[in-house]
């Protein structure tokens, strides 16, 4: 029954242990309400009525794996500053692990603020650096990452180009995991696109797939089969999924499938990417073949959609959406 093959296969997520190394944000919400225009600027006034703070970046992605039972650690670098320590105390009440996080003191924490009013956003505000991490920084990464490589299952490159995937911290990390036969799946962006060559599993979306190769590409089968093995030539990963917002998926490991989107309802796509990658990188850990991961993963998007605001993937509602939907 697809029921009982579904219970097994999210029951044994709950065996495996991932890394997730990337960019991590603090997300800040400040909520309010608009009743006045400024009288020094024609700008709204927001009246605060409540704030609040979460992970965000390659955190999420790890709250993701987190949420379906894997034991997960977290690499990154943070400055040395007040949204460092709100960091901490997050990953320490999520039960994350804090030693991979990297402090340094010439970057501020990646932090985002959103003011919203009445659910609709009125700005944002970023504290940034996207400049490369130095070398120093780099190689306190890089020892973090040897220290649990070979204690892992699977490890996610999740990149949002905030400088701490550098191109040879990435083929230090993708050399390393494939010398002790782990899997590497990579969410990139645009910079530094090509430097995953042969990770394992590589997971753009439709427009970053079109902006690094430097064409539009219709989001139909032929041409998004066209646009994949032009990337194949250049990235030699073992498998590409692409993912097509309304289209769904295209996978390409020699041959195409394409998995058409979950017709569970949408409020909000936000954090549909994190929990993608998150949830293949639990699919290859547990050695499932790419369709069924896929297919999972495509679900599990599909149910974090359902809620406002970037969530992890709840198990008991991956579990129903894989009864309902899946035929394996």
Same mark, same amino acid.
């Given at each position: 029954?697809?029921?009982?093959?579904?219970?097994?296969?999210?029951?044994?997520?709950?065996?495996?242990?991932?890394?997730?190394?990337?960019?991590?944000?603090?997300?800040?919400?400040?909520?309010? *309400?608009?009743?006045?225009?400024?009288?020094?600027?024609? =700008?709204?006034?927001?009246?605060?009525? *409540? #704030?609040?703070?979460?992970?965000?970046?390659?955190? @999420?992605?790890?709250?993701?794996?987190?949420?379906?039972?894997?034991?997960?650690?977290?690499?990154?670098?943070?400055?040395?500053?007040?949204?460092?320590?709100?960091?901490?105390?997050?990953? %320490?009440?999520?039960?994350?692990?804090?030693?991979?996080? =990297?402090?340094?003191?010439? %970057?501020?924490?990646?932090?985002?603020?959103?003011?919203?009013? #009445?659910? *609709?956003?009125?700005? %944002?505000?970023?504290?940034?650096?996207?400049?490369?991490?130095?070398?120093?920084?780099?190689?306190?990464?890089? #020892?973090?990452?040897?220290?649990?490589?070979?204690?892992?299952?699977?490890? =996610?490159?999740?990149?949002?180009?905030?400088?701490?995937?550098? %191109?040879?911290?990435?083929?230090?990390?993708?050399?390393?995991?494939?010398?002790?036969?782990?899997?590497?799946?990579?969410?990139?962006?645009?910079? @530094?696109?090509?430097?995953?060559?042969?990770?394992?599993?590589?997971?753009? @979306?439709?427009?970053?797939?079109?902006?690094?190769?430097?064409?539009?590409?219709?989001?139909?089968?032929?041409?998004?089969?066209?646009?994949?093995?032009?990337?194949?030539?250049?990235?030699?990963?073992?498998?590409?999924?692409?993912?097509?917002?309304?289209?769904?998926?295209?996978?390409?490991?020699?041959?195409?499938? *394409?998995?058409?989107?979950?017709?569970?309802?949408?409020?909000? =796509?936000?954090?549909?990417?994190?929990?993608?990658?998150?949830?293949?990188?639990?699919?290859?850990?547990?050695?499932?073949?790419?369709?069924?991961?896929?297919?999972?993963?495509?679900?599990?998007?599909?149910?974090?959609? #359902?809620?406002?605001?970037?969530?992890?993937?709840?198990?008991?509602?991956?579990?129903?959406?894989?009864?309902?939907?899946?035929?394996?």
């Amino acid at each position: 029954m697809a029921s009982t093959t579904a219970e097994s296969i999210i029951a044994s997520f709950k065996d495996k242990r991932i890394a997730v190394v990337g960019d991590i944000m603090l997300d800040k919400y400040v909520f309010g *309400h608009v009743s006045r225009i400024s009288p020094e600027y024609p =700008v709204p006034v927001v009246d605060v009525t *409540h #704030q609040d703070v979460r992970l965000g970046g390659a955190a @999420n992605v790890a709250l993701n794996t987190l949420s379906l039972g894997a034991e997960t650690t977290l690499l990154g670098v943070t400055g040395l500053d007040a949204d460092r320590e709100i960091l901490l105390d997050l990953f %320490r009440k999520r039960g994350l692990p804090t030693e991979g996080l =990297v402090g340094d003191p010439s %970057r501020p924490t990646t932090c985002k603020t959103r003011i919203l009013s #009445q659910n *609709h956003h009125i700005t %944002r505000v970023d504290y940034e650096k996207r400049d490369e991490i130095d070398e120093k920084t780099a190689a306190a990464i890089m #020892q973090a990452f040897s220290a649990v490589v070979d204690e892992v299952d699977a490890i =996610v490159l999740e990149d949002y180009n905030k400088g701490v995937l550098s %191109r040879e911290l990435i083929s230090s990390i993708i050399t390393t995991a494939k010398s002790r036969g782990v899997p590497v799946l990579v969410d990139p962006k645009l910079k @530094n696109f090509f430097a995953y060559r042969g990770c394992t599993i590589f997971k753009p @979306n439709l427009s970053e797939m079109a902006a690094s190769l430097g064409t539009p590409v219709l989001n139909t089968d032929r041409e998004v089969e066209e646009a994949c093995l032009r990337l194949q030539e250049r990235i030699h990963a073992e498998t590409l999924v692409v993912t097509r917002s309304e289209k769904g998926m295209t996978i390409y490991d020699g041959t195409f499938t *394409h998995i058409e989107v979950s017709s569970l309802d949408v409020a909000d =796509v936000s954090g549909a990417g994190d929990t993608v990658i998150g949830t293949l990188a639990l699919g290859a850990a547990a050695g499932l073949d790419i369709i069924r991961n896929a297919s999972i993963a495509n679900l599990a998007a599909g149910t974090v959609c #359902q809620e406002v605001g970037a969530v992890p993937v709840k198990p008991e509602k991956l579990l129903r959406a894989c009864r309902e939907h899946l035929s394996f």
